[in-house]
């Protein structure tokens, strides 16, 4: 895991400095402690620069920005290939000669020379992103692995292609602009999030994962998919032809446990000390069962709590995780009042809001394991989204089958919209109600009931918060829709477009799949990579820290869509194949406890002092004098919080989020400094 920056002045020879790659790349030092390198063409037209943690072949020779043989590739990669070890002696083989011992990011620069990109992303297995630069096509290619664990952002600034790990790298780019993208802002306002290609800066792109740009040398853009995350790679039909119930769930229980076991053995792949994070769930105590068969050394374990509120802590179940594989454990505490020592740091290594408070427990957690000299844990994400594991999916299931499809399939059409504008004009009396409104009003026009496993202010909450005539002219996005990189209906500020965008292709690739697998598709499209991902890497990367996340391993991604939504939730049971794989792994009780999620303590601290410091904060903010909002209902948003009528936590949070973003790198005292 590193930091990477780049700058292709296509056309102006001269145009890439020293000293502008040197700004750009050390604003990342928290990604790199380990080294610092540049590399710029002998015609000072492109440029890359790197900041290294070492963690794979740590020797000088393996530092990036990093060459073919004869300098005509040249590469700047940040994650971890954890196949590599299979390519070298083909690749060397074919004629390439090594200059490393075991480096992944030479595997790239020679498998890239000899398959070309596509090839090239076909072979490989891990988490990536970097930048490539062939100077016989005088082109840049720039990829982001398949579920989007690396993130990588892009920008155009006066004929100049830059792009870096971090939006802030961006920033320090001496033609950079800062502004807010008010239509990536009406999108974040319902994700929680801004959906790639957007970013909350106006003018900055992140590359959606799965896909790949092409920069030429007249300036051109063109963006690719190589992966997207769907049924029809991961069980060949005739493995499945023909079995029994009980064969046909052996089959399923046993694939999955194979390819998790693989998936965690891949991820032990180190020349530095690494740990897991625990929470005494089905996720991490099955990481760590699997990362102890692995090692002849006791795993190292961190589990983060609250001093405040005992109530939310899995420290117990931790702990049982722990003395069962004899774990090398350590926990941290926390409360209110680390919380707020917190967020100046949390808003400057998010880069744009994320809207999830998360954030907070998971930045503590990572300083307690880098603290004790671990450079990479393994985490959890993903297995919940695969294998419905959240009880909010179960809750759309059963809202789908039960409700929807009777409402939509029986119910005459008038009706349906005459029942959807009674409910949408009765939310307005009470603060509980817009959900319920909005799910009446999505059937009501044929569209899709579940949107993403994390909504904030659904369309009929949003249109009183907004006034979307103040988002003004969208033309700045024109390049990308020209070139095919944003889609324009992300520029209507109705966020189901975002949604439509996913299913619509997949549908028609795709036809006939169950709810399940068409909401997890689309959350491999937008929560995961765009929210959850990005959170572990920004807050763990903001200590040095690198995050493994083997549930996403791509082989055991097309294993599991593969899976019907029948058996992902046999008898009525969330996880119940996952459960099964673990069954003589880890204890029982861990398995079958109520499952709890990782959290944070944010509706009763937004109910005292804190909370009247984010309204004076929120309400003062900078951003609130771009007209964009109706100042009253988020007044009411606090009212109806601390009285309890009802928990808007979540919406107080997210806005917040936006302002205090909005202060620090735009509105406030620091953006004018223009640090």
Not at 269 to 275: H, K, L, R
Not at 329 to 343: A, C, Q, S
Not at 515 to 529: G, K, S, V, Y
Not at 550 to 559: A, G, I, K
Request: hydrophobic share 40%; charged share 25%.
């Amino acid at each position: 895991m590193c930091g990477i920056v780049g700058i292709y002045a296509y056309g102006k020879p001269g145009g890439v400095t020293p000293d502008v790659i040197t700004q750009m790349r050390d604003t990342m030092g928290h990604r790199g402690p380990d080294g610092a390198d540049l590399w710029i063409s002998d015609d000072a037209r492109i440029g890359f620069g790197h900041r290294r943690l070492s963690f794979i072949d740590l020797s000088n020779l393996a530092k990036q920005p990093m060459p073919n043989e004869d300098g005509r590739v040249w590469i700047t990669f940040n994650g971890e290939i954890y196949n590599h070890a299979r390519y070298r002696a083909p690749l060397e083989q074919a004629g390439h000669r090594f200059r490393t011992d075991h480096s992944d990011t030479e595997i790239l620069v020679h498998g890239y020379e000899e398959w070309g990109l596509e090839g090239l992303l076909e072979r490989i297995s891990g988490d990536y992103a970097f930048g490539i630069y062939d100077a016989d096509k005088d082109a840049l290619f720039l990829a982001r692995d398949r579920i989007g664990v690396k993130p990588l952002y892009f920008a155009v600034f006066d004929g100049e292609f830059v792009f870096g790990s971090e939006i802030k790298a961006l920033l320090e780019h001496p033609k950079a602009e800062r502004d807010i993208d008010p239509f990536a802002m009406v999108h974040y306002l319902s994700f929680l999030t801004t959906p790639a290609p957007m970013t909350m800066f106006k003018g900055i792109y992140k590359v959606p994962a799965g896909c790949w740009l092409k920069v030429e040398a007249d300036g051109r853009i063109s963006m690719q998919r190589h992966f997207d995350a769907a049924p029809g790679k991961g069980i060949d039909p005739s493995e499945t032809k023909g079995l029994s119930n009980q064969a046909l769930e052996d089959f399923y229980v046993g694939g999955i446990k194979q390819r998790l076991h693989d998936a965690v053995e891949r991820r032990m792949i180190a020349d530095v000390p690494i740990g897991v994070f625990l929470s005494g769930g089905i996720d991490s105590s099955a990481n760590v069962a699997l990362m102890s068969q692995f090692s002849d050394k006791p795993i190292n374990t961190f589990t983060v709590g609250f001093k405040d509120f005992t109530g939310l802590n899995e420290l117990d179940y931790a702990n049982i995780a722990a003395k069962r594989f004899n774990t090398n454990h350590h926990e941290v505490l926390i409360d209110e009042n680390d919380m707020i020592g917190y967020l100046d740091s949390l808003i400057h290594h998010q880069d744009e809001p994320l809207a999830d408070w998360v954030c907070i427990p998971l930045y503590f957690v990572s300083k307690l394991a880098s603290d004790n000299g671990i450079k990479g844990v393994q985490v959890g994400e993903g297995s919940d989204e695969q294998f419905c594991g959240y009880s909010s999916y179960m809750g759309y299931l059963q809202l789908y089958h039960k409700y929807w499809s009777p409402f939509r399939n029986y119910l005459p059409r008038p009706l349906q919209r005459a029942a959807a504008m009674a409910v949408v004009g009765a939310s307005n009396l009470n603060p509980r109600l817009p959900v319920y409104a909005d799910i009446i009003d999505r059937a009501s026009r044929d569209r899709e009931h579940f949107w993403s496993g994390a909504m904030v202010f659904w369309n009929t909450s949003k249109d009183r918060l907004m006034r979307y005539d103040a988002l003004g002219s969208a033309d700045h996005h024109l390049p990308m829709i020209e070139a095919g990189v944003l889609d324009p209906s992300y520029l209507v500020p109705d966020s189901y477009n975002v949604i439509q965008s996913f299913l619509k292709p997949f549908d028609a690739a795709h036809g006939g799949q169950d709810a399940l697998t068409r909401m997890i598709h689309n959350e491999f499209r937008l929560r995961l990579p765009e929210l959850l991902l990005m959170r572990v890497d920004k807050i763990s990367m903001s200590v040095s820290l690198e995050a493994r996340v083997p549930f996403l391993d791509h082989e055991l991604v097309d294993f599991t869509f593969d899976i019907p939504e029948e058996w992902k939730t046999k008898n009525g049971t969330a996880k119940y194949l996952l459960k099964k794989a673990v069954e003589g792994l880890i204890p029982h009780e861990l398995i079958y406890r109520k499952k709890m999620g990782f959290g944070a303590p944010m509706a009763d601290w937004l109910r005292g002092s804190f909370g009247e410091r984010v309204e004076r904060e929120l309400l003062g903010s900078s951003l609130m004098e771009r007209g964009f909002f109706n100042l009253s209902y988020i007044q009411d948003l606090f009212a109806h919080h601390r009285s309890k009528k009802a928990d808007v936590s979540l919406q107080i949070w997210t806005l917040y989020n936006l302002s205090s973003w909005y202060d620090y790198w735009i509105g406030g005292k620091r953006a004018q400094r223009g640090h």
